[in-house]
């Protein structure tokens, strides 16, 4: 009976600890997104129209790969949008197909899109 009320902590501390995500909302040009972390870019014109994005997030506490692409993916369309108030294109995706480093460090994509 010892042994099992041992158990039974145990499983409700590792629960508690990680059903949360909690993530240090930095105090820098970067912006929170909920309590996932903070993304951050970086734009610079290329010329001809064109313009890139490196695209950085901060990954929180068991968030899932799939999520923080979609996080950079979006904040890129989002500042392709803001730099661009007409129509803009992506037009080339240097990242091809690598995936995303794993464990507790920042994710970058680089993206470079045209303004219409």
């Not at 979609?70 to 995706?93: D, L, S, T, W």
């Amino acid at each position: 009976m010892k042994r099992m009320k041992s158990y039974l902590g145990i499983l409700i501390s590792a629960l508690a600890l990680s059903g949360c995500s909690h993530a240090e909302l930095a105090d820098n040009s970067s912006t929170p997104v909920g309590v996932t972390g903070t993304v951050s870019a970086q734009h610079e014109l290329l010329g001809n129209g064109k313009h890139m994005l490196v695209v950085t997030a901060a990954p929180a506490l068991a968030e899932t790969e799939g999520s923080i692409e979609q996080r950079i993916f979006i904040y890129a369309q989002r500042e392709a949008a803001r730099i661009c108030p007409g129509k803009f294109e992506f037009v080339h995706h240097p990242n091809g197909t690598a995936p995303l480093a794993a464990g507790f460090m920042k994710r970058s994509r680089s993206y470079v899109f045209a303004c219409a």
